[in-house]
């Protein structure tokens, strides 16, 4: 079992910028063996990928609306994801989760399909005015 706590949400004016913190605690997996992904649910859409991070810091991936914006990283040390998100827009708006993908293999990309993870954060408020 893996717990996830998401933290760093909030409201911001369009162009700000904000960094998301995904921390791993009661795990019984080591966390530098978990793909992490983010991924985020505006009110009447589906959840969505935005960025995830192999078990490797060079394996990352980004949805296209995320990329040059975004930034995903991992601090395997204290068992902490991150996403720097810059220049953010209103269409950003939503509940960001982090979620964790237990099966990864070692020399694999994170993987985009919300499927493939078995934990899940509660997730954080990210909102964005125009």
């Known amino acids: 079992q893996v717990q996830l706590v998401e933290s760093g949400g909030g409201t911001v004016q369009a162009g700000g910028s904000l960094r998301l913190s995904c921390t791993a605690s009661r795990s019984r997996f080591t966390f530098s063996r978990l793909g992490v992904g983010w991924f985020r649910q505006a009110p009447g859409k589906e959840r969505e990928f935005v960025a995830g991070i192999g078990r490797g810091i060079e394996n990352t991936d980004y949805a296209y609306s995320a990329k040059g914006r975004f930034t995903i990283s991992r601090d395997d040390a204290k068992k902490t994801v991150y996403l720097q998100m810059n220049s953010l827009k209103p269409e950003d708006t939503g509940v960001y989760f982090c979620?964790?993908?237990?099966?990864?293999?070692?020399?694999?990309?994170?993987?985009?399909?919300?499927?493939?993870?078995?934990?899940w954060g509660q997730g954080t408020q990210v909102t964005v005015s125009s």
């Open positions: 979620a964790a993908d237990t099966s990864l293999i070692l020399s694999a990309g994170p993987r985009t399909d919300s499927g493939a993870y078995e934990y």
